[in-house]
C-alpha cells in the first residue's frame, strides 16, 4: 500500500481543528501509520522546503511553520498520494473546491491549514525528515 505525508500546519492547530482534520481523513480510508506533534526549527523547515529555496515566498513561509506546533502524519491507502490531494485541495485555499481540507479550514496560502506530499518521492523525503531524524 502506498504512503504519504500530510502535516497539519500551526494555525490550523491553534483554532483546534487537528481532530476534525484527521476524522476526515480516517472516513476518507486512510491509515495512520504514525503521528507526531513537533516544532519545527528553521533548519530542518529549510530542508522540509527546499524545492522553494531561491522562492520570494521562502523565507516567509520558513518563519510561519516555525511560528507554532505543527502535527505530521504518516498515512497509507491505495493511491494514498492522489487521494489525499484531491482531499486537500487546491494550494490556496480560495481556489480549494467545495468539501476540501483547505476550502474548509483554509485563510490563505500561507495559512492553508494542511501540507501534503505531491509526489512518491516527496513522500519519502518529508517522512525521513519528520520521522527519522530524531
Ligand atoms: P505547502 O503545500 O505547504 O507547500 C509550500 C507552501 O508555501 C504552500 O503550501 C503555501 O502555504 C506557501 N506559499 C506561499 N506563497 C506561495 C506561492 N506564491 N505559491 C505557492 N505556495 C506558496
Redesign the pocket.
Known sequence: MEKTFIMIKPEALKAGKQGEIIDLLLKNRFGITNMKQFSFDAARAGRF?SM?EGKD?FGD?VAYITSGEVVGLELEREGAIKALRDLVGA?DPAAAAIGTIRFMYGTD??R?AV??SDSPESAEKELAIVFGED
Open positions: 522546503y522553494h515566498f513561509l494550494t496560502l500561507q492553508n501540507h501534503a
